[in-house]
């Protein structure tokens, strides 16, 4: 084995690197690896920074690997050398083209955005003004208007138009949700008549939509001390049919301790066209009131 040239190894040691990484040009490949025989000092080197580049590639998963970083930055800088040439060229050349500031609107959009945005601005400015201008004070005028507008209808008692809803009397259809809230408001009263259990009633035993029958049974429970209401609720077991409705009047039956409940229960507890759970409830309710 030859004696390692220092000179060689100061010389090459720049090399190492690249020579490790696979990325160096063949000529100097080539001469690092005629050197590296003859010096175990390099070779240790070239072996260190091989198990580094591997360390870091394995630790740095999602990064690309040394060898192709170091590839891609020798490509860059190729391509920049290549450039230089073509770049001076067209420096000496005819002046560059100004920039041109392109918009990403076509001009129809545009102009439709601001037709669009111009008649916002009138509308609000309308409405400002409309708010702002005097127009009930003027002299003689103030008279004219309130006697212009009539006043409005006074509105029917909840109850009574629950009742016609429910019969269909009016020729309108009222949606569930403001049956609902009909059945809500119509225990607001602080003594609430005869004619409010009745159409409440009415209204869990054959209104259409389970939920305004729910309703209703949670309405007549706040009334629950009104003459009626109990014998009621316990009447209304064998008209049911949803089970929300089922589970909410036998939760109602026991908790109220409605002991004449007990038959509509048991008749309940056999039906073959209740649910199991509902079934169980009633079974439930029975051991609880008797």
């Keep these: 084995m030859k004696t390692p040239d220092s000179t060689a ?3 090459l040691e720049t090399l190492l690197p690249g020579y490790s990484e696979r990325s160096l040009s063949a000529a100097d490949a080539e001469r690092v690896a005629a050197h590296l025989p003859d010096c175990p000092s390099c070779q240790r080197q070239v072996i260190q920074l091989r198990a580094l580049s591997d360390d870091l590639d394995a630790a740095l998963p999602e990064a690309p690997r040394t060898a192709l970083r170091a590839n891609f930055m020798a490509m ?3 391509q920049k050398q290549l450039l230089q040439p073509a770049a ?6 005819a002046a560059p083209a100004a920039a041109k ?8 959009l545009a102009g439709a955005w601001v037709r669009v945005a111009a008649s916002i601005v009138l509308v609000a400015a309308g409405v400002f003004l409309g708010r702002q201008l005097p127009w009930g004070s003027r002299p003689g ?3 004219a208007t309130a006697a212009s507008v009539p006043a409005p209808a006074a509105s029917p008692p909840p109850t009574a138009a629950l009742a016609v809803a429910l019969r269909g009397d009016s020729g309108q259809t009222m949606s569930a949700s403001n049956r609902i809230a009909l059945v809500a408001s119509s225990t607001h009263s602080s003594a609430p008549n005869d004619a409010t259990v009745q159409v409440l009633l009415n209204t869990l035993n054959f209104d259409p939509n389970p939920n305004v029958r729910l309703a209703a049974c949670e309405a007549l429970y706040r009334l629950r ?6 014998d009621g609720l316990a009447n209304a077991l064998p008209i049911q049919t949803d089970p929300n409705v089922q589970i909410a009047l036998i939760d109602m039956v026991v ?3 409605v002991h004449r409940a007990v038959p509509q229960l048991q008749r309940l507890a056999k039906r073959p066209d209740a649910l199991p759970v509902v079934r169980a409830q009633a079974e439930a309710g029975i051991g609880k009131l008797i």
């Design 101 to 108: 500031v392109v918009s990403m609107w076509p001009a129809a």
């Design 141 to 143: 005028t103030a008279g």
């Design 88 to 93: 001076a060229g067209s420096v000496r050349g």
């Design 255 to 257: 908790s109220l301790r």
């Design 225 to 230: 001390d009104a003459p009626g209401v109990r």
């Design 76 to 78: 860059l800088e190729a």
């Design 9 to 11: 190894c100061h010389e």
